[in-house]
């Protein structure tokens, strides 16, 4: 993960954080995004799938959510976008408090991108962040007991199951069952090393493939 703000500042000043990873933009959404963000998120797929999501979708649906996006300790609300893709809008990431959790991580992905390992990639930038910059001491998240893809987004990003509980569904006007997940610190921090590391033995061999080809 990478940001654009100075890194040795107080972690308040986040209004302008940008985060980079290799093929995603992370940052505050605009009112530039709003016909596209409408277009992706007007999908039953998606709506049946997160707890306050409407249905349908319009585009002053996507106006009123961009308008009250934040940027903060206590509220981190990104528009996910593919540098693969003209740097086009695919979805979005969250960071925030519920359920008497201090920080819990949302997402979704457009369907149009889907399958291509975006949600992960974000996911992860988000607990990063979490750890990185908010001092969180874990991160949570959920996902319905049926959505079998988020699942594996949340595994594949560290996190640990905590169980099952309900949760809002606004699309379906009540309470869903749902599975809780967890990353504590120090569970982070192993992983991290471990990217980390495998990140530098990939660059390690390119830089010896492309020395012996030269």
């Known amino acids: 993960?990478?940001?654009?703000?100075?890194?040795?500042?107080?972690?308040?000043?986040?209004?302008?954080?940008?985060?980079?990873?290799?093929?995603?933009?992370?940052?505050?959404?605009?009112?530039?995004?709003?016909?596209?963000?409408a277009e992706l998120a007007n999908d039953i797929a998606i709506a049946e799938n997160l707890s306050s999501m409407p249905h349908p979708y319009s585009v002053a649906d996507a106006l009123a959510f961009i308008d009250n996006t934040d940027v903060s300790p206590l509220r981190v609300n990104f528009g996910i976008y593919a540098k693969d893709d003209a740097g086009r809008f695919i979805g979005t990431a969250s960071l925030m408090p519920r359920d008497g959790e201090r920080f819990v991580v949302g997402y979704w992905i457009g369907r149009p991108h889907w399958g291509l390992g975006y949600a992960t990639e974000a996911t992860q930038a988000m607990v990063d962040l979490a750890f990185d910059r908010l001092d969180a001491p874990s991160v949570?998240?959920?996902?319905?007991?049926?959505?079998?893809?988020?699942?594996?987004?949340?595994?594949?990003?560290?996190?640990?199951?905590?169980?099952?509980?309900?949760?809002?569904?606004?699309?379906?006007?009540?309470?869903?069952?749902?599975?809780?997940?967890?990353?504590?610190?120090?569970v982070w921090k192993s992983l991290r090393a471990w990217r980390d590391a495998s990140v530098a033995r990939r660059e390690a061999t390119a830089s010896h493939l492309a020395g012996a080809l030269s």
């Open 1 to 37: 993960m990478s940001d654009r703000t100075d890194p040795t500042s107080p972690v308040e000043d986040l209004a302008s954080l940008i985060v980079e990873t290799a093929r995603l933009v992370l940052r505050q959404p605009t009112r530039d995004d709003a016909e596209r963000l």
């Open 140 to 186: 949570s998240a959920s996902c319905r007991v049926t959505n079998g893809a988020s699942r594996r987004v949340l595994e594949k990003s560290g996190f640990q199951y905590a169980g099952q509980g309900m949760g809002p569904s606004l699309f379906l006007r009540g309470m869903v069952p749902v599975d809780r997940f967890r990353i504590e610190r120090p």
